[in-house]
């Protein structure tokens, strides 16, 4: 099997910072693009930012300057490091991992639990 866990997320007030994990586990030959994502209530889920194996970062502009997404290749982890928060982040982050499986399908896009990330004012 394979599968991502979530950790790192909770109550901050407005301007404070909390840093996200994500470590995919499992039947894992491969892993290429790694992601975190986030859905308020009541609204889509929205694009964070974005990291490829060899490194190249995407963001949303509503994080841009803010957030900085991170990866450690060994560890199979990726990493969101989320500063002056506001109260429009809070959010469900979940991770997304493009990953190739030792075992059958072996292309797979494996979505995490979620983790609560709420912002006080």
């Known amino acids: 099997q394979v599968q991502v866990v979530e950790s790192g997320g909770g109550l901050v007030q407005a301007g404070g910072s909390l840093r996200l994990s994500c470590t995919a586990s499992?039947?894992?030959?491969?892993?290429?693009?790694m992601a975190w994502y986030r859905q308020a209530p009541g609204k889509q889920r929205e694009l964070v930012a974005t990291?490829?194996?060899?490194?190249?970062?995407n963001y949303g502009d509503s994080v841009k300057g803010r957030f900085t997404i991170s990866r450690d290749n060994a560890e199979k982890t990726v990493y969101l490091q989320m500063n002056s928060l506001k109260p429009e982040d809070t959010a469900v982050y979940y991770c997304?991992?493009?990953?190739?499986?030792?075992?059958?399908?072996?292309?797979?896009?494996?979505w995490g639990q979620g983790t609560l990330v709420t912002v006080s004012s």
């Open positions: 997304n991992v493009d990953l190739i499986a030792t075992i059958l399908p072996q292309r797979r896009d494996i």
């Open positions: 499992g039947s894992i030959l491969s892993i290429n693009s």
């Open positions: 990291i490829t194996e060899g490194g190249i970062t």
